[in-house]
């Protein structure tokens, strides 16, 4: 399987993004698809994540009231759309991809594949 995030870039602080994670291979086995950031130094933090079967979301309290991770699954994409960025959003996202099931999705180890990154950065 392979997953090709892309639509980073640089913002001003109150604009948005929209990224798109594009899944290839044996898609009928997701069970999930997150979105997670690292920003230099740090963990890899959770952000979004959405069921493959019935697109139930959740998200990081970060991340509430701001983004919205959505999936298309005719086009075997997900998407986080980001409004009102902030600084403190500059990280590289990852998305990934999730085959088990269970309660752990915001647990980075849970997860299967990962794409490769795409960097936001967010200026004031």
């Known amino acids: 399987v392979q997953l090709q995030a892309s639509g980073g870039g640089l913002v001003q602080a109150g604009g948005s993004l929209r990224l798109s994670c594009a899944v290839s291979?044996?898609?009928?086995?997701?069970?999930?698809m997150g979105w997670f950031r690292q920003a230099p130094g740090k963990e890899r933090d959770f952000v979004a994540v959405v069921s493959w079967s019935d697109g139930i979301t959740y998200y990081a309290d970060s991340a509430k009231g701001r983004f919205t991770i959505s999936r298309d699954k005719a086009k075997n994409t997900v998407y986080l759309q980001m409004n009102s960025l902030k600084p403190e959003d500059t990280s590289v996202y990852y998305c990934a991809l999730r085959t088990r099931g269970g309660s752990a999705y915001t647990k980075a180890q849970s997860y299967d594949d990962w794409g490769q990154g795409t960097q936001v950065t967010v200026s004031s």
């Open positions: 291979g044996r898609t009928f086995s997701s069970s999930a």
